[in-house]
């Protein structure tokens, strides 16, 4: 007989996975300052606590075992595929890969990737020319890089959540909103003016939905 499959233990795959989506955000976000490098470390923390608990040791799962043992009796919790945990505690009977709720992550994940590319070739090229980074994205919110990391985050979190990241996830959020706040500050003593008008009629985070796109403001 052939020996059953480890579902966890699996470190080369904590390595491989996480280094590649690292890289992977590395490429979109190409961190410059020592304030990048704060917030792109925060956000690389939290890919490896995830594919800690996806590959290596599911702390999580042996955490809430005696709860989860007793309430969904019929399902085998150190499967792999068991770590989708809100697949399961939902009732998707199906393969959890093509849940609603892993669906929704990549969503939300490739939605977070692309706001990471667009924003920083705006923010590039305005600091390459010392302007004012206030097209594309900019148009939109004044700190799209830092909305994109979040929406990756939220995105793991409904693919698979765990105690660990969920605990994480807080924290990085008033993280990057101070660090978000310190960056204005320095841009409105290099602009001036400028950035103060641009802050007035851009919101932060969350855009506003109907306005024009463009650097002039309505």
């Given at each position: ?9 699996l ?22 300052t ?38 969904y ?5 150190l ?6 945990l809100?697949?399961?505690?939902f ?8 849940g ?17 590319s ?6 590039y ?15 939109r919110?004044?700190h799209p890089q ?5 929406l ?8 698979w ?12 959020l ?22 103060a ?8 985070f ?13």
């Amino acid at each position: 007989m052939s020996e059953p499959v480890a579902a966890y233990g699996l470190w080369s795959l904590v390595i491989i996975n996480s280094a590649v989506f690292i890289i992977f955000a590395f490429s979109f976000f190409k961190p410059r300052t020592k304030r990048d490098w704060r917030s792109f470390g925060a956000f690389s923390a939290f890919l490896v606590a995830l594919f800690t608990e996806m590959y290596g040791f599911p702390l999580t799962i042996y955490f809430l075992s005696g709860w989860l043992q007793t309430n969904y009796p019929d399902i085998d919790w150190l499967a792999h595929d068991s770590g989708h945990l809100l697949e399961m505690l939902f009732g998707w009977k199906a393969n959890p890969h093509f849940g609603p709720f892993h669906l929704l992550s990549f969503v939300f994940i490739g939605g977070g990737f692309i706001l990471l590319s667009a924003a920083w070739r705006v923010l590039y090229q305005a600091q390459r020319t010392g302007t004012l980074a206030e097209t594309g994205p900019y148009a939109r919110i004044r700190h799209p890089q830092y909305v994109g990391f979040v929406l990756i985050l939220v995105g793991f979190l409904f693919q698979w959540p765990t105690i660990l990241t969920l605990a994480m996830f807080p924290v990085l959020l008033v993280m990057y909103w101070r660090l978000a706040l310190r960056e204005e500050r320095e841009v409105e003593a290099e602009f001036g003016e400028a950035y103060a008008r641009y802050a007035m009629h851009v919101p932060g985070f969350i855009p506003r939905f109907g306005r024009s796109l463009g650097s002039s403001y309505p």
